[in-house]
């Protein structure tokens, strides 16, 4: 089993449809959780980060974490056509001087149709 | 304020070849990792290197390695290039050592073919 699960899509929305890409993972000693955004041949960008469990908004974006289900969620509220891009989810932990490592999912493929 | 920066964008390499990567962090940032990321999957951590050390290593082998100079910049280095070594490499900066160094900004990668 992968540490880290994301489903590959790709989803096709179209525009101002509410967006929610998901990842679960099965280390528990994950805290740290974000997401990231990559556009085609470009380096990651980084979105959002949350430690441990609960939301946090950023415009329209909200990211969720239920640690007791092993569960995290990215929402995109009135997506738009320049939303297109590959979203990442990326958790590391800070137990044992092992904080260093970003693990990532395999990425889901969005494209919002205008 | 500048971001991460990498060079080459492109390289083709031949088998059994030898190739030096090379990364700036971002102003402030005194942290960088380093990634690989294949064709359709996610990134995957080969090493990490603060205060010119290595400071966490991935599943990679010992011909993967890397430096890091007192200015912060870092380089990666691979030897006897194999097909399999074709990949996106990005370098990741952070802000501080040891507890945020989650918080990782991506330079936009080097493209690596191997023939």
């Known amino acids: 089993q992968k540490e880290v699960e994301q489903d590959p899509g790709p989803l096709s929305v179209p525009e101002g449809a509410i967006v929610s890409l998901n990842c679960t993972y099965s280390?528990?000693?994950?805290?740290?959780f974000m997401w990231y955004r990559q556009y085609s041949r470009k380096g990651p960008e980084l979105l959002m980060y949350t430690y441990s469990s609960g939301n946090k908004e950023d415009g329209r974006f909200t990211a969720q974490v239920d640690k007791s289900s092993k569960y995290i969620s990215l929402f995109i509220r009135d997506s738009q056509p320049s939303d297109s891009a590959t979203y990442l989810c990326a958790m590391s932990s800070n137990s044992g001087g092992s904080n260093y490592k970003l693990t990532f999912g395999k990425g889901t493929l969005l494209t919002v149709n205008p | 304020e500048t971001g991460v920066t990498q060079s080459p964008t492109h390289l083709i390499k031949t088998r059994g070849q030898q190739v030096t990567l090379r990364c700036s962090s971002q102003?402030?940032?005194?942290?960088v990792s380093w990634y690989q990321q294949a064709l359709g999957q996610g990134p995957q951590f080969i090493f990490q290197?603060?205060?010119?050390?290595?400071?966490g290593r991935g599943n990679f082998p010992p011909r993967f390695s890397g430096l890091q100079f007192p200015n912060y910049s870092s380089e990666l280095n691979v030897n006897a290039l194999e097909l399999d070594d074709s990949a996106l490499y990005l370098c990741?900066?952070?802000?501080?050592?040891?507890?945020?160094?989650?918080?990782?900004?991506f330079g936009p990668g080097t493209r690596l073919t191997v023939t």
């Open positions: 990741a900066s952070s802000p501080l050592g040891g507890l945020s160094s989650y918080e990782q900004y």
């Open positions: 102003s402030g940032h005194n942290t």
């Open positions: 280390n528990s000693a994950f805290q740290y």
């Open positions: 290197y603060y205060r010119e050390e290595e400071n």
